[in-house]
């Protein structure tokens, strides 16, 4: 099923506010197998909201409508929608007693404000859990035309309350609906060029199958798609393209769906009853911002150490002297002594430490900037990783941060491994 999303509003087209109904509408209607296909924005203006819609019924086959349901003159969704379904416009009269129950003892209610409480007179109304104007449902050359308020939480109100149980409906109503399976892969450690080449072919002779690719810096999603009209087979491909993925991206997938690598990592924290402290330099503190997003994480975070002068690696970490004047603040030897010093300091597990530099000054021929030196200091020891990553600053700071959990994740899953 073929939908489009269409957002009404003069502020939309001046880039006044961010349009997020298009985004969340998208999102809603692809988790009940309906493919959006266009998005459109137009402008509080008779000629252009006609043209829209004309346009959006021509080509597809349910189309959502956020904007232009408010008081005011510019307000013309209702009407235009009206003029094309040859319908009157009528007073909801639910809204309105419910209008006039939110006004009583303080304002009286006038035509201006009936005019958010207006419907096509042959549409279904769908009330407005979170608000006055309500959303409807009209039909357009046979097409469903499902109007809403353009404030996001009226928006979110009326479809949870209405809408999603009404488009499976009309989903089903189209008999042999094309079903959809799809999975998320959440890869880090690899550009999106190198990903895709390692996955070059893999949906090859798979009927229905696609796959897409979405940066979400510093992690790439790896996202595939199987259409077919028997679910079951849909299913069965899709199970054997996930071999294919984790055979083509070994050790490089880190999960799959909505949960991020700081989600993942924080969770199993908390769950394994492991705790853990930064040491910091470069990343001014996002390791432990990060660590501490999710509530509840104070059960694992113990705490973190921003050194970013060497004198207070030596005070707070313990960092030798004779480290720093041999081998620098950004090496290998520097970040060990000072996992070593964070977990002894805050009497954790695990202590992860970063220093590097991160630009856009300060790199030397042998340290060039983007150079970054991790470790990750643990009961058996300690674990290093050295990062070459010539980009821009805030990149830089926020790939050694992730990382830095990477290697948290990885000593996790081999604590678990070996029942640790």
Not at 112 to 137: C, D, T
Not at 163 to 173: D, M, N, P
Request: glycine share 10%.
């Amino acid at each position: 099923m073929r939908a489009e999303i269409l957002t009404i509003g003069d502020e939309l087209c001046r880039g006044e506010i961010v349009d997020t109904n298009s985004s969340y509408l998208a999102q809603r209607l692809w988790d009940l197998d309906i493919t959006t296909r266009w998005m459109t924005s137009c402008c509080d203006d008779e000629n252009d909201i006609t043209t829209a819609l004309d346009q959006a019924v021509n080509r597809a086959e349910l189309v959502v409508c956020s904007g232009g349901l408010g008081p005011t003159e510019d307000d013309l969704t209702v009407d235009m929608v009206a003029r094309l379904a040859d319908s009157d416009v009528i007073i909801d009269e639910e809204s309105r007693r419910r209008m006039e129950k939110v006004f009583a003892g303080r304002v009286p209610v006038t035509d201006i404000q009936l005019r958010q409480v207006r419907v096509p007179e042959k549409a279904r109304v769908y009330l407005n859990p979170a608000g006055l104007a309500p959303g409807f449902e009209a039909s357009i050359r046979g097409v469903p035309v499902v109007c809403l308020p353009g404030i996001p939480r009226e928006l979110h109100a009326i479809y949870d309350a209405h809408l999603e149980a009404r488009f499976k409906t009309l989903r089903e109503s189209r008999g042999n609906v094309e079903r959809i399976a799809r999975r998320i892969y959440r890869v880090f450690g690899r550009g999106e060029s190198q990903i895709s080449q390692a996955c070059r072919g893999l949906v090859d002779g798979v009927p229905g199958a696609s796959i897409h690719y979405q940066v979400k810096f510093p992690e790439t999603l790896v996202k595939l798609v199987v259409r077919n009209h028997d679910e079951a087979a849909a299913n069965a491909a899709l199970a054997e393209l996930d071999r294919g993925i984790s055979a083509r991206l070994p050790g490089l997938v880190y999960g799959t769906g909505d949960t991020n690598l700081v989600d993942k990592v924080t969770r199993r924290l908390i769950d394994s009853g492991r705790t853990i402290a930064t040491a910091e330099s470069c990343t001014g503190g996002m390791i432990g911002e990060l660590l501490t997003n999710m509530p509840g994480s104070s059960a694992s975070f113990k705490g973190g150490a921003i050194v970013y002068a060497n004198h207070e690696k030596i005070r707070q970490l313990g960092v030798a002297q004779g480290t720093l004047d041999a081998h620098g603040a950004v090496s290998e030897e520097t970040v060990v002594e000072m996992a070593r010093g964070a977990r002894g300091r805050f009497g954790v597990d695990l202590a992860v430490a970063v220093s590097g530099i991160a630009g856009p000054e300060g790199g030397t021929p042998d340290k060039p900037v983007g150079t970054v030196w991790l470790a990750l200091a643990h009961e058996g020891g300690v674990t290093t990783k050295k990062l070459g990553w010539p980009g821009m600053r805030d990149q830089i700071r926020t790939l050694s941060a992730w990382w830095a959990l990477r290697m948290v994740d990885e000593r996790l899953e081999a604590e678990g491994a070996r029942g640790g």
